[in-house]
């Protein structure tokens, strides 16, 4: 073949290699284009959705931080010590001589206004450790009011998880549950509630447990917040430590851990890139991840929500197809082409007459 091409006649063969030349300048111009177009907007993306994980992980984190300490208030009222006192004689409050039901209903005032202060809050309960976790006060939100709970339906508590881990908590600790969807005699509540409790133990003076405060909070608003309201294209991804998620682009896979059938994201995304623990560099740029569903471009946020166990966070991702980044660019691409095109055949156009001229 090469000694044909030899064989053409001069200018011919200055045509082919212009040609060539041409041709293979104009596709390496496409491809860098494209493929600088594709790192600039893949770019843009990566710093957007970092700062909005990062923006979404700071108000999941305040809100549980508020939590936390207005659990730890509420255990430090009067009528919290003044139920303990008269509990424990003969149910008078030996301090202040008033009878147990007077604390009672301060109680259930503080509770109340503190619902209705506090909206997210669902249900507030001061529970003592005798009669098997019997709740003293409960509160709970009913079509949007604060509700008392009448003694009759006052239940026990001490089979509960929360219950058992508080049990194991010094003075002024707080424990977190996981977030889980409420549960009501043992049931998964109807509609869902997605729950995160706190609850903080109540001691006598003599250092001997008595009780404890439990605040249960309606985190679904918050995470929702985080799945809501993206730019065109942006999946959004909410799990905790343990694999299991809480929210997923296809709601079916959401707290399956308590419907009957779990979908941990190690077997989804082995390769996800996991944040490291407090202290080391955040990841802000978008990662390539293998997803069953198609490569996926991923920011993710590592979330501490609990002081007294570091390895205990959620995890927050932004996810951008690549299917969506490629038909995004094919615009941009279509045009990078035909605009290369015109280009070539001008050229070739210019070339061809100056070399005609020149032979």
């Not at 919290?80 to 149910?91: C, Y």
């Not at 301090?95 to 259930?108: A, D, S, V, Y």
């Not at 003293?136 to 939100?141: A, E, H, I, N, P």
């Amino acid at each position: 073949m090469s000694s044909g091409i030899l064989n053409l006649p001069l200018v011919l063969r200055a045509m082919l290699g212009a040609a060539i030349l041409i041709v293979s300048a104009a596709a390496a111009s496409v491809y860098f284009v494209v493929d600088n177009a594709t790192r600039v907007y893949l770019a843009d993306r990566g710093a957007a959705s970092g700062n909005r994980a990062e923006r979404n992980g700071q108000r999941i984190t305040e809100n549980i931080d508020a939590l936390r300490r207005d659990s730890l208030f509420l255990s430090r009222v009067p009528p919290v010590q003044g139920i303990l006192g008269a509990a424990l004689n003969q149910e008078v409050d030996p301090k202040e001589g008033r009878p147990l039901e007077f604390w009672i209903m301060h109680l259930q005032e503080i509770f109340s206004a503190l619902v209705e202060a506090r909206p997210h809050y669902y249900q507030l309960r001061y529970i003592g450790i005798a009669d098997n976790g019997r709740e003293l006060v409960r509160v709970d939100v009913v079509d949007g009011l604060a509700a008392v709970t009448p003694p009759e339906k006052l239940q026990a508590e001490g089979d509960r998880d929360y219950f058992q881990s508080t049990l194991k908590l010094k003075e002024g600790e707080i424990y977190l549950s996981d977030i889980n969807l409420n549960r009501e005699q043992g049931e998964v509540q109807v509609p869902h509630v997605r729950t995160l409790r706190a609850a903080t133990p109540v001691f006598t003076p003599d250092g001997d447990l008595f009780g404890m405060v439990v605040i249960n909070m309606d985190v679904g608003n918050l995470i929702d917040s985080t799945t809501t309201n993206l730019p065109p294209g942006i999946q959004a991804y909410v799990a905790n430590n343990e694999g299991d998620y809480l929210a997923h682009p296809d709601p079916g896979r959401a707290f399956g851990f308590d419907l009957g059938q779990r979908y941990p994201w190690q077997q989804d995304m082995p390769a996800l890139p996991v944040p490291p623990a407090p202290g080391g560099a955040a990841q802000r740029s978008l990662q390539p991840v293998s997803t069953p569903t198609g490569l996926m471009h991923m920011v993710v946020e590592r979330i501490q929500f609990d002081p007294r166990d570091p390895g205990r966070f959620l995890l927050l991702a932004y996810a951008l197809p690549d299917a969506f980044v490629e038909a995004r660019l094919t615009g941009l691409r279509n045009t990078v082409l035909g605009v290369t095109v015109i280009l070539v055949l001008v050229l070739g156009a210019v070339v061809f007459l100056l070399l005609r001229q020149a032979f």
